[in-house]
């Protein structure tokens, strides 16, 4: 891991950007602490670091005042990394599919995230051990948001990872309730009810699969981007519970 940068916010939260190989980051850590913080990863939609930036600062600043560290990374084929074509590919059937009203078929939703997971897990796994050997960063540690699928695989594969918070506003494989059923670890997850692009029942189906002895559901009404603030509340307080 490297730093390529970094800045002290009107906050006193400290924001460094990194880089892991080729993949950027950012690492935000509280203003001061007495002891190392705990370190929630937050997870995003395939969108790029750029454009997520206001949302995942936002997001960030809010966990510090609980004193948590928070980083994330560049998934991949997103933002400045390298463009992968098959993924491509699979995003520009999304939209035709969503554009001509017809319903999305598993093969695209397949070749749409199976993928991503698949690279962008071992990905979070090898900034997760980077992270944690910064001596400001220490245990325990939780996942924080999207693309679902990818938390989902985090929480069977990573012991370190003690509990998650996860968004349902993607596109879930039907592989993906196999795993669930794998995953123990306390989950809260947010639904928004009416959020276009994302398959309610899919979602529902997804929640019911998972395994864990606790697992929260809290659904709000409204689409995509209409995450009520007191949800983010909720989800503070889980994390609080879990990780301190």
Avoid: C
Avoid at 19 to 39: F, M, N
Avoid at 125 to 154: C, F, H, K, T
Avoid at 227 to 235: E, S
Wanted: no cysteine; net charge negative.
């Amino acid at each position: 891991m490297q730093f390529t940068s970094e800045q002290r916010l009107d906050d006193g939260v400290i924001e460094r950007e990194f880089t892991l190989g080729e993949i950027p980051g950012i690492l935000w850590t509280p203003a001061s602490t007495s002891a190392p913080s705990p370190l929630i990863l937050l997870g995003h939609p395939p969108l790029g670091l750029r454009k997520m930036y206001p949302r995942l600062l936002d997001r960030a600043r809010h966990s510090a005042t609980e004193g948590f560290a928070t980083a994330t990374i560049e998934l991949p084929g997103s933002g400045d990394r390298p463009r992968w074509p098959a993924v491509d590919q699979a995003r520009a059937d999304l939209r035709r599919a969503m554009e001509a009203g017809e319903p999305v078929s598993e093969e695209i939703v397949d070749a749409l995230i199976l993928p991503l997971v698949d690279k962008a897990v071992p990905e979070w796994q090898a900034a997760l051990d980077a992270l944690l050997s910064l001596p400001e960063i220490g245990g325990p540690v939780g996942y924080s948001g999207g693309v679902i699928s990818i938390g989902v695989r985090l929480a069977v594969v990573e012991p370190r990872i003690v509990a998650a918070g996860l968004f349902a506003g993607s596109f879930v494989p039907r592989a993906m309730l196999e795993e669930a059923r794998r995953v123990t670890i306390p989950l809260h997850v947010l639904l928004q009810w009416d959020d276009e692009g994302n398959d309610r029942q899919s979602a529902l189906d997804l929640f019911d699969a998972f395994g864990s002895k606790e697992k929260t559901l809290e659904a709000n009404m409204g689409g995509h981007t209409g995450v009520p603030q007191f949800a983010g509340y909720a989800a503070a307080r889980f994390f609080t519970r879990h990780l301190k």
